[in-house]
Every structure is written in structure tokens, then in C-alpha cells.
């Protein structure tokens, strides 16, 4: 039905910057919320950040200032801008949308597979 496609993840020294990208396709109606979230091996996934429904961005306390979140409605794209990255933002970071697939249903809930940040000397 979606598919949401994540780049743009690797291997960056502390201080240093990367850009994640992220491409929703498929049956899409509408995109009410995307954004990203990431998970480190044996804890919970949690919110980096993301776009709400209403177009206003929420962002994760141990981002803020340093990562910045946009979004290209066209082309169903959101885009996450990470600078002064530190060791601990090494995770898989994940797209996520909650999609409208016709104007009659509610949203669904949809991930990407994940791409790798590892942030290391």
C-alpha cells in the first residue's frame, strides 16, 4: 500500500553533520503526521522528531537545537537535519507516517525499514 523509504544514514565523527532523507509512495491520500524516530538496541523506540497533523514540529529535549525537521508535501518527503551530532544519537532511525489511503478511512500507521546513524571517532 506505502512505502516509505529512508537514505542518508553512515558513519560521522562527533560534531559532524548528516542528513536523512525519507520517500512515502504507494496510496496515498493524504499524510497527516511523519517524521522520524530511532532505537537503540535493547531499549524502546522513541520520538526524534516529527510534523503533526496541524503542520507544527515537535522535537525529542536531546535534539533540540541541533537537528532540524522539513518536509516537502509534493513530493511526500520529510527530511531530518542532524548537526553537532554525539556519540549517544547512534541508533537506526526510522521514518514514520500516518497515512490516509482514501478520504473515507482513518490514518494508518506506517514505518520504514531504518538506516544506521553511528556517530564515533
Known amino acids: 500500500q506505502v512505502q516509505l523509504v529512508e537514505s542518508g544514514g553512515g558513519l560521522v565523527q562527533p560534531g559532524g553533520s548528516l542528513r536523512l532523507s525519507c520517500a512515502a509512495s504507494g496510496s496515498i491520500f493524504s499524510i497527516d503526521v511523519m517524521g522520524w524516530y530511532r532505537q537503540v538496541p535493547g531499549k524502546e523506540r522513541e520520538l526524534v522528531s516529527l510534523?503533526?497533523?496541524?503542520?507544527?514540529?515537535n522535537y525529542a529535549d536531546s535534539v533540540k537545537g541541533r537537528f532540524t525537521i522539513s518536509r516537502d508535501n509534493a513530493k511526500n518527503t520529510v527530511t531530518l537535519q542532524m548537526n553537532s551530532l554525539k556519540p549517544e544519537d547512534t541508533a537506526v532511525y526510522y521514518c514514520?507516517?500516518?497515512?490516509?489511503?482514501?478520504?473515507?478511512?482513518?490514518?494508518?500507521?506506517?514505518w520504514g525499514k531504518g538506516t544506521l546513524v553511528t556517530v564515533s571517532l
Open positions: 514514520h507516517a500516518v497515512v490516509r489511503t482514501t478520504s473515507i478511512y482513518a490514518g494508518m500507521n506506517f
Open positions: 510534523f503533526t497533523s496541524g503542520g507544527s514540529t
